[in-house]
């Protein structure tokens, strides 16, 4: 927890995640029971102009294994999407 903490400090992530170029999609998936908050998700994500947001329902902090399938479909849709962006 100290480096996250030393990087929030430093504005690394606040400075860093605006320049992902858009020609890198960006998919962020996050389990609503998990203990982290979905705002934590939606922030940072926020901070990259082209990312997208996946709420699993039924998933906590490990969504890969609480919900295989749910994670498994959210990565399918985003990249079957992402396939027809231009490069």
Wanted: no cysteine; hydrophobic share 45%.
């Amino acid at each position: 927890m100290a480096s996250v903490r030393e990087h929030e400090q430093a504005g690394t992530l606040t400075r860093g995640l605006p320049d992902v170029p858009s020609s890198i999609p960006v998919l962020f998936v996050h389990g609503a029971k998990s203990p982290l908050p979905v705002r934590t998700t939606t922030m940072t994500a926020v901070l990259i102009p082209h990312a997208r947001v996946e709420i699993l329902p039924d998933a906590g902090h490990m969504l890969w294994h609480e919900d295989a399938a749910g994670t498994h479909d959210a990565i399918a849709r985003f990249v079957a999407a992402s396939a027809s962006l231009p490069a």
